[in-house]
């Protein structure tokens, strides 16, 4: 499916990019350039959530900012109860995990078909939004914070140093955690597809009968594979409302949902850079559409999804890839990788 | 007494308002396995397109019963010519394509009329249930909701049209063998679907807030409802709205609306781990 | 992973299986049994149901009736995956392989379960040598032609190591001489595993054969030795007369 490197070379690349940019980012652009480029971090750690569970594993969720949404709102409720935010970070994705592992027992146990898992993740995600949506009015606060219905939760304290309440973080402090969290979260992933689990995950995705036929329990890996992606979506939904301090069930919108898809979309479905790059370029994109009148954010997105679909279904840095291998000598481009990743 | 009443009468409507925004994603579900994302925004369009009717001096009736499910039609046939077309046999694809055709519609409606609400009032007035009051208006939802199964159902059965059309869904290289071009029955059907959303957009659209983004208030109780109802396209939509119409509206009735939706949302998953190809996927199979 | 069974019970036995399509009958109150360690051949014309036959028998597909045993324990109906446990594997008609994946990578997965990093590497090396892949590992399976594609599949259910194997038109699509190494390997095969063979292919199953079922509209017409099935009447009307002129 891909033919972008994956083997244990292109991963230490892209690793060492991540450090680079941790560390660089905050000595060559200003303070405002930083925090722009933490919500971008976040929004890539939510596109890693989709990318895995679609990309590899197959799973057609449409409505992964459930887990999102969730996170962000978890953190929220709990750091304001807690003080401390070391708990609330922990839960913001266990919670989400959680979620997704009973969501997704009903829908592989059941075995129900892509389409469907696409409807039923997209139906949750939605009726999240209009049930957050509606939760104004002091009926609706847990401990001591208030849900706030349509107008979210403001005055999220942010990140502390564990155990510390009161050293929190600043601006700079919450990028080295999210840029920080982002190179974990896509080495722990690159961990996970490299393992044995991995490959039957790999698998799976490219014929889930072939892999019962071989005394796998296809609908167990599928489970694991949904609750990592909660997990994920969780935290970057963490890191998302630190970095405004704020949450709203815009989070659960459509718009958010159909944003992450479009994401990997455009970034290259099956691969893990793909999506964080495509989360940097769409979110770019979305803050330039911000500054004028002309053109309308949801128009924009839904060309670009339905071009994408159309005309280069495979994203960006396959596409990339390949026309790189074309024009490079032979011994770098396409199947070696493949070979050494099948021997490593 | 009386509030039995009225709480019949609204699950009533409940029921009917389900039956009408579902109807037009089922024809195209059942017919041509393809969901389509954008149903939502043709239910909008139709809402739109009898507001500004309405607006211009066009009388109401002729705006939503005939304006609105005509020209969301075309517009169905437009999408199609364009768009689905290219991706037949494609389900997530598709799915994802539509899902783009809806955020783009969103962003175009935005454009040209601004993110306001508009409305217009429900017209036919009131009527009393004991010492209760309630509007005329749902009786004209449940009369449509019921004209609409009972006028797909002729449509389907008794007209050569839907012959070619159950014959081509059935079993495309035989129609083809039989000289119907199956490329023309599935932009016709995809039309209808559209029609049929259109149709409960404009009907739909003296009770609810017309804006850009409203079709997200329908969409999810409507996928729940066509996929919870099966293949069988008219039996599975209504009981599957009989169904979760109820549910929703005891739910709400005991809680609040919110709770309704999650209520109808928790008995879907639960349905799908045991019926997953829905109701009408164990029983009623051979029903239309 | 084998247990010491008595003789009598035998590794498979299928009692009054049914399968039921709406109205079509694919499988109807088939009884069939299989020692340890036997080879059989199973053909009959299109249709005959031989291929839902293995569905069943792998719980790809759930009995509309009758009983599937393996060794003794009733498996009807259960997950595929548990048979395959259980020491099932098969090579479908339809190849069923990991197009997206290397040849290699295809059989590690087969290899893998349950098994050491090590063993199972030396498991695929071996499979890959025995079937003769070790020049193409590191291709993906979707490029390679039909031939090969069934080998790959063919080598994923042996790096599986079940105790029996059924092979669905194993030789379908290839050339003459893989026919005959094909044939070659079903022989090595059987001196260690019991298999079922799908053929429509009739000199590759006298190459093979010598206990043959023949089904014919989701029954069994005749089983017996392969010459006197070949010599039969009912089953040269049905089948026979088509091909073997
Ligand atoms: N999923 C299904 N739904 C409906 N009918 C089916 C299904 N699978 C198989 N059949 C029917 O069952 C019968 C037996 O099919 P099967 O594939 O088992 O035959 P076969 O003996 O393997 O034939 P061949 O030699 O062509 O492979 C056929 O009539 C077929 O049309
Ligand atoms: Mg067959």
């Known amino acids: 499916m891909s033919s972008v490197p994956s083997g244990w070379r292109g991963c230490l690349l892209v690793i060492l990019a991540g450090f680079v940019l941790l560390f660089g980012l905050p000595q060559v652009v200003s303070l405002y350039g930083v925090v722009q480029m933490t919500v971008f971090v976040a929004m890539a750690v939510f596109a890693l959530s989709q990318g895995f569970i679609w990309g590899f594993g197959g799973i057609m969720s449409f409505g992964q900012s459930a887990f999102f949404g969730l996170g962000g709102y978890v953190y929220a409720v709990s750091v304001i109860n807690m003080g401390d935010s070391t708990i609330p970070v922990l839960l913001a994705i266990a919670v989400p995990a959680a979620f997704a592992a009973l969501l997704g027992y009903f829908m592989f146990f059941g075995r129900i078909s892509d389409a469907y898992v696409g409807v039923i993740t997209l139906t949750v995600t939605i009726i999240l939004f209009n049930v957050v949506n509606s939760t104004s009015g002091d009926f609706y606060t847990i401990g001591q914070a208030a849900l706030g219905g349509f107008n979210g939760m403001p005055n999220v304290p942010p990140l502390n140093v564990p155990g510390y309440p009161d050293a929190a973080f600043g601006p700079i402090d919450t990028w080295y955690f999210a840029m920080g969290a982002l190179i974990l979260v896509y080495i722990l992933l690159r961990g996970i597809l490299a393992s044995r689990f991995g490959r039957v995950v790999v698998a799976i995705r490219e014929n889930e009968t072939r892999v019962q036929l071989l005394g796998y329990d296809a609908r167990v890996y599928k489970l694991l594979v949904f609750t990592i992606g909660g997990g994920v979506a969780g935290l970057g939904g963490c890191i998302f409302t630190n970095w405004g301090a704020f949450i709203s069930p815009t989070i659960f919108g459509l718009a958010s949902a159909a944003q992450v898809l479009i994401f990997v979309l455009v970034g290259g479905l099956g691969t893990l850079v793909g999506p964080v790059l495509g989360a940097f370029g769409i979110e770019y994109l979305i803050s330039i559409i911000g500054t004028q009148q002309t053109l309308n954010a949801n128009l924009v997105l839904g060309a670009v999804l339905v071009a994408f679909v159309l005309l280069v279904p495979q994203g960006l840095v396959p596409v990339v890839w390949s026309g790189i291998g074309r024009l490079l000598p032979r011994r770098f481009a396409g199947t070696g990788e493949q070979t050494a990743e099948a021997q490593s | ?288 | 992973m084998k247990l010491p069974v008595p003789d009598a019970t035998p590794l498979l036995e299928a009692k009054g299986a049914t399968m039921r399509f709406g109205g079509v009958v694919a499988v109807n109150e088939v009884d069939f049994t299989l020692r340890e360690m036997e080879l059989r051949c199973l053909i009959g014309p299109n249709g005959a149901g031989k291929s839902t036959f293995f569905k069943m028998l792998t719980g790809q597909l759930k009995p509309s009736a009758g009983q599937i045993r393996l060794r003794g324990e009733n498996v009807t109906g259960a997950e595929p995956h548990h048979i395959a446990r259980r020491g099932v594997g098969i090579k479908t008609q339809v190849p069923n392989v990991f197009n997206g994946l290397s040849v290699y990578e295809n059989v590690f997965v087969a290899a893998g379960r349950r098994k050491s990093r090590a063993s199972a590497k030396r498991i695929t090396e071996q499979t890959l040598e025995r079937v003769r892949l070790t020049g193409i590992t590191g291709r993906m399976v979707g490029q390679l032609a039909h031939g090969q594609r069934q080998w790959v599949e063919i080598a994923t259910v042996l790096a599986q190591e079940p105790d029996l194997i059924l092979l669905d038109e194993p030789a379908a699509g290839m050339t003459h001489d893989e026919v005959l190494r094909t044939a070659e390997l079903i022989r090595e095969i059987n001196r260690a595993q019991a298999l079922i063979v799908v053929e429509h292919d009739m000199q590759f199953i006298r190459m093979i054969a010598t206990t043959v079922t023949v089904f014919n509209q989701g029954r069994i017409l005749v089983e017996d030795h392969v010459d006197r099935v070949m010599a039969n009447q009912a089953v040269r009307d049905v089948y026979l007369g088509k091909q073997a002129a």
């Open chain 2, 1 to 288: 007494m009386a509030l039995t009443g009225l709480l019949l009468f609204n699950t009533l409507t409940g029921i009917a308002t389900l039956v009408l925004i579902c109807l037009g994603l089922g024809i195209i579900y059942g017919m041509m396995k393809i969901i389509n994302l954008a149903h939502g925004e043709f239910v909008m369009l139709g809402a739109y397109v009898t507001v500004f009717a309405a607006n211009a001096g066009v009388n109401l009736w002729v705006a939503m019963l005939i304006l609105a499910p005509v020209a969301v039609g075309l517009i169905g046939l437009v999408v199609e010519r364009c768009f689905i077309r290219f991706l037949y046999g494609r389900i997530i694809d598709t799915m994802l394509a539509s899902w783009g055709l809806s955020l783009a519609i969103i962003g175009i409606v935005t454009s040209l009329f601004g993110n306001t609400v508009r409305g217009i009032s429900a017209p036919l007035g009131s009527f009393p249930i004991g010492h209760y009051r309630t509007s005329l208006y749902g009786v004209f939802i449940i009369a449509v909701a019921v004209l609409a199964v009972v006028g797909l159902y002729a449509l389907l059965r008794m007209t050569r049209f839907g012959l070619v059309v159950r014959a081509t869904m059935g079993n495309p290289r035989m129609a083809a063998a039989l000289g119907v071009a199956p490329p023309r029955i599935y932009m016709a059907t995809f039309a209808l679907g559209a029609g049929f959303a259109g149709l409960a957009g404009g009907v739909l659209a003296p009770v609810s807030g017309v804006s850009p983004v409203m079709g997200a208030a329908f969409i999810a109780r409507a996928f729940i409802t066509v996929l919870g109802g099966g293949p069988a396209i008219i039996t599975g939509t209504s009981i599957a709205s009989a169904l979760f119409g109820s549910i929703d509206e005891f739910a709400t009735f005991l809680t609040t609306p919110v709770f309704g939706q999650v209520a109808l949302l928790l008995a879907a998953i639960i349905m799908i781990r045991f019926l997953p190809q829905g109701i009408t996927g164990r029983v009623f199979r051979r029903s239309l």
